[in-house]
């Protein structure tokens, strides 16, 4: 017998948004920089892996993260953050199937690895805390993924056992992590498979007009 979750827990940036990567080297091109120089320069880089990490514990301003990123690249700082992914839209898909599987009775929480809220807010226009029943953002509470703690923290916000819950994010290292503590995780590589592999777990139509649960 097939037994369905009962919690959603959904990463944000490339999985409620369009991808990271494109809007990046969307950005890349713009500034008139090689392809690949921000994965170089911020991702590949032990000192930009540092400042990213810090920016997303918050003990870094996104302003702080701006001005020391845009040293190691070379470039203007102003607003960098929102310049990188000011091409990022919404994954309408993901986030009508995630509104269907409340609207089922289903909990859905947001778990993201935040990146300062000011000068530029990824959530903004999203009604992140109307539309979900948890919002955990990692700066807020000096932990990020892959840490255990924030983990626990999104499941305690939703009052559910991991068991009981599917996590979903666009980063495959983040996954392990959250099953060692008994998530069903799913990785989010295009939207349609991600819809797909939720309406399995949690035996809800997310796609039609009147999301139902399915009978066990």
């Excluded at 392990?176 to 990785?187: D, M, Q, R, S």
């Amino acid at each position: 017998m097939t037994q369905h979750r009962k919690g959603l827990v959904l990463d944000f940036g490339g999985v409620l948004t369009t991808p990271l990567l494109p809007a990046a080297l969307a950005f890349e091109r713009r500034a008139g920089l090689a392809e690949g120089t921000l994965l170089t320069g911020l991702y590949l880089n032990p000192e930009g892996i540092r400042l990213t990490e810090e920016l997303e514990r918050g003990t870094l301003t996104q302003t702080q993260w701006n001005e020391a990123a845009g040293r190691l690249l070379g470039i203007a700082p102003d607003s960098l953050m929102g310049r990188i992914f000011a091409d990022l839209r919404p994954e309408t898909s993901v986030i009508a199937a995630a509104a269907a599987a409340r609207r089922a009775g289903v909990k859905v929480g947001i778990l993201s690895n935040s990146v300062g809220l000011t000068p530029w807010n990824l959530y903004d226009g999203y009604e992140v805390d109307e539309l979900y029943d948890a919002v955990v953002l990692s700066e807020v509470h000096g932990t990020r993924k892959p840490e255990r703690e924030i983990f626990r923290l999104v499941l305690e916000r939703l009052d559910l056992p991991a068991e009981e819950c599917v996590f979903v994010d666009d980063t495959e290292q983040y996954l392990p992590p959250a099953a060692e503590l008994g998530f069903t995780t799913v990785h989010a590589v295009e939207p349609a498979r991600t819809v797909a592999a939720l309406e399995n777990l949690l035996g809800v139509a997310l796609t039609g007009a009147r999301p139902e649960r399915t009978t066990p």
